[in-house]
């Protein structure tokens, strides 16, 4: 009788160790992962596509044309140079949103992921790294005739792009033209109804 006892006391302490050591074990687990939790607009770290993520506009990756086709349509281009777990990209990538809401009907706007950028020795101008500075972000702005007319580095404003888009479109400057507003989906909802 006392070798049962005996037994089955080893049975409760050996059991009670297995979960005492599950119950250690499973916070740890629980925190392993945090570190993607802690990426956002103002560190480097990765958290996802950033024009999903922080632009709202999916639509822009993969881009619909690349700038060979572009280029070979004569249609206006927009490279947009980019890193996704850059702050610096992260910040800019709203811009690239706006860029593509006013002349993504008529100018094909491409974000390149300097990543997917193929390391060679020489580049043709109908690739992206032949304008590629090494810098993150970057735009490039080529009007009809595969002509650059915009290459700058850092957080170029909109104003600055939608400056020279105007001059490849010949529109009106910004100053003498109505401003563009975008109509929130209510009111276009509500002009259909009446």
């Known amino acids: 009788m006392n070798g049962i006892k005996w037994q089955f006391l080893r049975n409760l302490v050996s059991n009670w160790r297995r979960f005492l050591s599950l119950f250690l074990l499973l916070p740890c687990l629980l925190f392993v992962d945090v570190q993607s939790a802690l990426a956002d607009i103002n560190n480097d770290r990765y958290d996802g596509n950033i024009f999903v993520v922080y632009a709202g506009n999916g639509s822009l990756v993969p881009p619909k044309a690349t700038l060979q086709k572009a280029l070979a349509e004569h249609k206006p281009a927009f490279l947009a140079f980019y890193v996704d777990d850059s702050s610096d990209s992260k910040k800019y990538a709203i811009v690239v949103s706006t860029v593509q809401e006013f002349y993504g009907r008529s100018a094909e706007i491409i974000p390149v992921n300097v990543d997917t950028i193929p390391a060679k020795e020489t580049y043709n101008p109908t690739e992206p790294g032949y304008y ?17 007319v915009l290459n700058k580095k850092g957080q170029v404003p909109f104003e600055e792009i939608d400056d020279k888009f105007r001059q490849v479109f010949d529109l009106l400057p910004r100053s003498e033209s109505v401003q563009l507003k975008r109509r929130s989906f209510n009111e276009l909802n509500s002009e259909l109804t009446e």
């Open 132 to 148: 590629y500075s090494g810098v993150v972000p970057q735009v490039v702005v080529f009007n009809q005739s595969g002509e650059v």
